[in-house]
Each structure stands twice: as C-alpha cells, then as structure tokens.
C-alpha cells in the first residue's frame, strides 16, 4: 500500500488568482499491477468568498475502482471557506490483470481547474494461477500408492490461500502434502511457487485401465486445473483353498488321501502358467492333477486334485503339508494339516503281538510254576 501525503508548498496546478486550485505533490507514480494508491488532495479557494466545488474523476481506465472521500465520508462536492482549503483523499486500485504501460487520468473540480495525474505500471499482470506436474501419468497396480510431483504458481501480484480438492472417481483416495506435511490448503506468496505431493490410491478391487484423476487449486478469484493420469495395470491376488475353507484331514501310515482344491484368481488381472508344488515331511509325497493351470481371469477359479502320500514309517500324529500355487507374478500357499491315524492291519498285528507275548507269559507260568 503506497501512502501519500500532502505538502503543502508553492507550485503544483493552480488555475488564475481569486479561484480554486487543486494540489497533490505526487502526480506521475510507478507501480506494480495490483497495487493500492492512496492520493492526498487538497482543494484550495484562493478567493475571497465561499466556493462549492464539485469534484470528479475523467478518463480512468476501464475496470479501475477508485473511491474519493473527505472526513471519512464519500463525497461529490465540498465546500471550501474563502482563504483556506480542504483535504480529500482519493484511493485508486490498480488491477492484477493489466498490460504494462502509462496510465493518464484527471481530476477535475468542475468550473474551476484540472489535476491531471500519471501511473505507470511497471509491469504487465496477471491474474492467473498454473497448476503444473513434470510427470502426470503413472502406472502401476491397483494396491500401488501413485505419488505426483506437482508445481502450484501464483502468478498475480497478491498472496493467495489455495483451497485443493479431487473430483477422483468413487472410492478412490487422494492426499496432499506440502513440506511433507498433510495439507487441503496452501499459502502460495505473489509471484512465487509452491511444491506439492499428490498421493493417489486407487480402490483394491479395480479393473486395469487408464484413469483420469481432475485436481483443482482455488481461491475466490483465481482457481487452476491438473489432471492426473493413473493406469492400472491390473493387481494379481491368488487364493487356494478347499470347496468347504477346510484346511485339514486324515491318513493312515503309509496310505494316501486325494483332497478336491480350489485355485482361485482374486486380483483384477488374469493370471498365466500357474504351477502347483509342496512342500512335505521326508518320505512325503503330494500329486497334483493338474499340476498347471494355463489361465485364469480375474474372478475365475478352477478344480485341482491333489493326492497326499504319507511316509510308511510315519508315527500317529499331526503333520503338516505346505501346498503352493505360484507365477512371477504371485504365489499363495494353504498349510493343509493331515492327522496320521495306525492302520487296521498295524493295530490286529500289534494286537496279535500282545497275545503272543500274553500266551508265552502263560506257558511259562505254567511249566515253572509248579517246581
């Protein structure tokens, strides 16, 4: 804000003797678009009797405001005493959007005399905000946090409090952050720039495809549009489990059991070459039917049968087999617990054993029993 006070000296322009004069020490100025000048006038009756003098202002740009007041009043006429003078002040708003240049404009005290005054702006204005990203497309997957680096310019000749906002599609999650701390505004200093952090997360369970994410900074008089750009190659999730979610299930030494699996493709891409393997306790086996799957779109599944051979010598107990599907892409693993139960046989065998001992105890008995 430019402040100018009167001084009162001799000079300036005044009209012929026993008439009104109108005075301000500062008639050509330099300014900067934006600007507030604030003029001291005085209006001065070199006469000898009372002088109403109506004052306007001639030739001033087109979209400049100005005000003219005296007393803290707005006036269009005032009224001065013989000899003396009085004091108006005249504020004029300099526009934020203007071509640099000379600007010329008077005062006039109607029937009296003329003041012309002279701005020059020093430079051409704008009212305008740039909104600017060096690298507005990203691609990755959907469980991918996509982080823009963005520039946030304040091209006019005032400080401005940016609001931001997204218009992301449904269910999409968009954060800003400014000297790495989570902002929704910004203080952005005339002609200066502002670095900000957009982080996009997109929904978990979206399709691949390319997405178009709108970001506005704005404030009451300017505002500026990005558009981000994110594409979604698509995430790859697997799951692989039984008809029922039943992880578990019985053996006999040495036997083996066949157990129906699901494999199952839960991301948003389809899902190529998946190969099926385990891992086992020693002398374990595991027999895949199939042991590939050629593909699997997204939401598919597919039956796989997998045959558990336990180990002749494994005690009664629980055991567990890691069974695995897996691509370059994911791999999933289900921990299937077996329970190793005795077999019939084993059990009438080991009973047979118990009697033999039993029978030998009994015929000892007998014969040494006597003696």
């Given at each position: 804000m430019i402040h100018i006070a009167w001084i009162n000296a001799l000079g300036g322009h005044t009209a012929h003797a026993n008439s009104v004069a109108l005075y301000t020490p500062y008639t050509e100025l330099s300014v900067p678009p934006g600007e507030s000048i604030d003029y001291s006038i005085e209006v001065i009756n070199n006469s000898g009797s009372i002088r109403d003098v109506a004052i306007s202002l001639s030739g001033l740009p087109e979209g400049w405001d100005y005000s003219l007041k005296s007393g803290g009043w707005s006036i269009g006429k005032i009224s001065v005493l013989p000899g003396e003078k009085k004091s108006l002040s005249l504020k004029v708003e300099v526009p934020l959007k203007i071509e640099k240049g000379t600007y010329n404009f008077k005062v006039i005290a109607s029937g009296f005399t003329v003041l012309p005054l002279t701005i020059n702006v020093s430079e051409t204005g704008t009212f305008r905000t740039e909104f600017t990203s060096n690298q507005a497309n990203i691609e990755g997957h959907s469980n991918t946090t996509f982080t823009y680096n963005a520039k946030l310019k304040n091209m006019t000749a005032e400080p401005q409090l940016y609001a931001l906002r997204s218009n992301a599609p449904r269910g999409w999650n968009v954060n800003f952050k400014a000297n790495g701390k989570q902002v929704s505004s910004v203080n952005v200093e005339a002609n200066h720039t502002q670095d900000l952090t957009i982080e996009v997360n997109p929904p978990s369970k979206i399709k691949a495809d390319t997405y178009k994410i709108p970001i506005q900074a704005y404030t009451n008089?300017?505002?500026?549009?990005?558009?981000?750009?994110?594409?979604?190659?698509?995430?790859?999730?697997?799951e692989l489990t039984t008809p029922t979610?039943?992880?578990?299930?019985?053996?006999?030494?040495?036997?083996?059991?066949?157990?129906?699996?699901?494999?199952?493709?839960?991301?948003?891409?389809?899902?190529?070459?998946?190969?099926?393997?385990?891992?086992?306790?020693?002398d374990w086996d595991v027999i895949f039917e199939p042991n590939e799957i050629s593909s699997l779109e997204p939401g598919e599944n597919t039956k796989v049968f997998a045959t558990i051979k336990a180990s002749s010598r494994a005690i009664p107990g629980d055991y567990m087999a890691t069974l695995e599907a897996h691509t370059p892409e994911v791999t999933e693993r289900a921990s299937f617990r077996v329970s190793v139960k005795t077999s019939m046989v084993m059990g009438w065998f080991g009973f047979t054993v118990i009697l033999v001992v039993l029978g030998g105890i009994y015929h000892l008995f007998q014969k040494y029993g006597r003696r």
């Open positions: 008089a300017s505002s500026a549009d990005l558009e981000l750009e994110t594409v979604i190659k698509g995430s790859y999730e697997m979610g039943l992880l578990s299930s019985n053996i006999t030494s040495g036997g083996e059991k066949r157990v129906e699996l699901l494999v199952r493709n839960t991301g948003s891409s389809p899902i190529s070459g998946i190969k099926l393997d385990r891992k086992v306790p020693v």
